[in-house]
């Protein structure tokens, strides 16, 4: 069995730049959102021995960063509550190994618009959508393991991830169609332009 260093080098430190995007998107602050990256780090290092190796290394991390996000925030806000980290290593517990389940959002979205618009919309929204959008359509996370990492019933996550996803559409159609964009896929599906009405 592989030591502990070499657990880490091979399957917890590759996923560093991907916590760090999903902190920085958390806090909007780049010493904070380090800070939660290396918290991680140490708190995975505390439960190495509960990981079991060969399982998802980049859901059980984001579990954890997401914990330490809410006991820094709760801390902020001056409430007791704290998440306890020993909820955390029993992630691997059930199976999950089916599709993903989703669209991505660059398939939701107007094509080619992924840039600095979409990261402001998606910064604007409430963090329990920006969340779900991030880990989902970003991150490439199932329903299942988006779940297991904030805590929340399936249902709960492909509710917020809808809503969150028409919020989107909305704080970036006007933004589109300044730039002249259409959306094809409208288009596609009703051989017709989205301005035509005649056969409504």
């Not at 709960?156 to 896929?185: C, H, P, W």
Request: hydrophobic fraction near 35%; proline fraction near 2%.
């Amino acid at each position: 069995m592989a030591d502990n260093h070499e657990i880490f080098e091979k399957e917890l430190f590759p996923h560093i730049d991907a916590l760090k995007t999903f902190a920085y998107h958390l806090t909007y602050d780049e010493d904070d959102a380090n800070d939660l990256v290396q918290e991680t780090y140490m708190k995975a290092h505390r439960f190495i021995d509960r990981y079991i190796q060969g399982t998802n290394a980049k859901a059980w991390l984001f579990k954890i960063l997401k914990n330490a996000y809410i006991n820094h925030y709760r801390k902020r806000s001056k409430q007791p509550t704290r998440v306890d980290f020993e909820d955390i290593v029993n992630y691997h517990d059930s199976g999950d190994n089916g599709g993903k389940g989703y669209l991505d959002l660059r398939e939701e979205l107007f094509d080619s618009m992924m840039g600095d618009e979409v990261t402001i919309a998606i910064n604007s929204l409430p963090i329990d959508f920006r969340t779900v959008v991030l880990l989902c359509d970003v991150e490439g996370f199932t329903y299942e393991e988006i779940s297991k990492i904030i805590d929340v019933p399936i249902g709960t996550v492909r509710s917020r991830l809808f809503r969150a996803r028409n919020m989107l559409k909305e704080k970036l159609k006007s933004y589109a169609e300044n730039l002249g964009y259409e959306d094809k896929r409208s288009q596609n599906k009703t051989g017709k332009s989205n301005k035509s009405s005649e056969e409504e």
